[in-house]
């Protein structure tokens, strides 16, 4: 059961351009999303996210806008940087429960 | 420790054998999460532990799995019978205690591969 789809496997975008990386999900009770950064034989990292009370969350060259009545969500990185390339997830909880994650975009940004 | 650790890294065994890996959450945290990334998928729920809370295995793929997590810090995950579709990464994550605002910290992972 897929609550959360990140539809795009691959992005891949020329440096200094914006990156937008998409995500939608079922679950009408999440209320809390986050989107993690992973490089090669890391774990994933924090990102950045955002409360269903807003739509939108800036840090830096990340936002992320939250779309509640489509259940989508989108990550924009501007501008992009050769070293933003690695797998995105998006991810998404209900209340205090688990994360459920998306299966990951792979950014590739080109000098 | 300054983050998670997981360890071993890298695990190749035969198929049918048993393994066991461990995860050394971050100190303090009471929340303790197993993931696992199979090639080409997204991160897979396993199982949850949360304080002395019975822990919540809705994740676990078969009754092959099971975790056990010892005075609230270490957790061990253990496949039994190993089968060749659970080559996976298994990633461990920990997180303050109805904190999520950071999300979860995790750990690099460990790679098993069952040949």
């Known amino acids: 059961d897929q609550q959360v789809k990140q539809n795009s496997p691959s992005l891949s975008v020329q440096e200094g351009r914006i990156s937008i990386l998409n995500c939608d999900y079922t679950?009408?009770?999440?209320?809390?999303f986050l989107w993690y950064k992973k490089y090669p034989a890391e774990g994933p990292t924090f990102l950045i996210s955002?409360?269903?009370?807003?739509d939108k969350n800036e840090d830096g060259r990340f936002t992320v806008f939250l779309n509640k009545s489509a259940k989508h969500l989108s990550l924009h990185i501007v501008p992009s940087q050769p070293g933003d390339s690695a797998v995105y997830f998006c991810?998404?909880?209900?209340?205090?429960?688990?994360?459920?994650f998306g299966a990951g975009t792979r950014l590739t940004v080109k000098p | 420790g300054a983050g998670v650790s997981q360890s071993p890294s890298n695990k190749v065994t035969e198929k049918g054998k048993d393994v066991e890996l461990r995860c050394d959450p971050i100190?303090?945290?009471?929340?303790l999460y197993w993931y696992r990334q199979s090639l080409g998928q997204g991160l897979e729920f396993l199982i949850y532990?949360?304080?002395?809370?019975?822990?919540?295995k809705s994740g676990l793929p078969s009754d092959r799995f099971s975790a056990e997590r010892t005075g609230g810090s270490v957790s061990t995950l253990t496949i039994q019978r190993t089968q060749q579709e659970d080559s996976a990464v298994y990633l461990c994550?920990?997180?303050?205690?109805?904190?999520?605002?950071?999300?979860?910290?995790f750990g690099s992972g460990t790679r098993l591969t069952v040949v």
């Open positions: 991810a998404a909880s209900a209340g205090y429960n688990d994360m459920r």
């Open positions: 955002i409360s269903s009370i807003k």
């Open positions: 679950n009408s009770m999440f209320d809390y």
């Open positions: 532990f949360q304080g002395n809370s019975a822990p919540d």
């Open positions: 100190s303090g945290h009471t929340a």
């Open positions: 994550a920990s997180s303050l205690a109805r904190r999520q605002t950071y999300g979860y910290t």
